[in-house]
C-alpha cells in the first residue's frame, strides 16, 4: 500500500517516488499546494475505491499522514 500512495504521490507532485519519504510534506515540496492537495486526495479516493472526509483530508499534511489514513479507510 506504502508503494501505491508513494506512485500516486508521485504522479500527481511530479516527484520521483524514490524521494518521496516521512518527510515529504507541503513545507518540503513545492507543488504541494492547495489545489494539488485537492488532486492528490480524488486520485487517492480514485485508486483504493475509498472517499474521505473534511477533517481526515485536513490532516493529510506528510507522506506518513496520508499512509496512515489511506489504512485506516482500507
Known amino acids: 500500500m506504502e508503494q501505491r500512495v508513494r506512485q ?16 515529504t ?3 518540503t515540496v513545492e507543488r504541494w499546494d492547495s489545489a494539488n492537495h485537492i488532486n492528490l486526495v480524488l486520485a487517492l479516493e480514485d485508486e483504493f475505491g475509498i472517499a474521505f472526509d473534511v477533517s481526515e483530508i485536513e490532516a493529510m499534511v506528510s507522506f506518513p499522514d496520508i ?3 489511506v489504512a485506516a479507510k482500507v
Open 67 to 69: 499512509v496512515q489514513g
Open 25 to 27: 510534506s507541503p513545507d
Open 8 to 23: 500516486v504521490m508521485a504522479e500527481i507532485l511530479h516527484l520521483d517516488p524514490a524521494r518521496i519519504d516521512g518527510s
